[in-house]
């Protein structure tokens, strides 16, 4: 089993950054895909980024290519989105989500769920 909480959302001006973060606790965390999938308000939850277990592997979505690093630190059991250059459309909530197993760009096949923090960028 894999405890996720996210944390680090905020509200922040157009062109600023941020970082959120994902705690998590289990012991399946090392083994585990990471991703940051995001939802606004009346549409589906949305890809982010993923990294493979070992951080060695990363893909993002087209709309993030650039501005958004996924990163992980084991030890700390942690995973984090650095998030650069915000723009308006990337207001929602924020989950990050694990799996066992290689990373995937589908949210349906992430077992493990926190309970997202929210981004809200000012135009």
């Known amino acids: 089993q894999v405890q996720l909480v996210e944390s680090g959302g905020g509200l922040v001006q157009a062109g600023g950054s941020l970082r959120v973060s994902c705690a998590a606790s289990g012991r399946t965390f090392s083994n585990s895909a990471m991703g940051w999938f995001r939802q606004a308000p009346g549409k589906e939850r949305e890809f982010v980024a993923a990294?493979?277990?070992?951080?060695?592997?990363?893909v993002y979505a087209d709309s993030v290519k650039g501005r958004f690093t996924i990163s992980r630190d084991n030890a700390k059991n942690a995973v984090y989105l650095q998030m650069s250059s915000l723009k308006p459309e990337d207001t929602a909530v924020y989950f990050c989500a694990a799996r066992i197993g290689v990373m995937r760009q589908v949210p349906d096949v992430y077992q493990y769920w926190g309970q997202g923090t929210q981004v809200t960028v000012s135009s």
């Open positions: 990294i493979s277990w070992d951080g060695e592997n990363t």
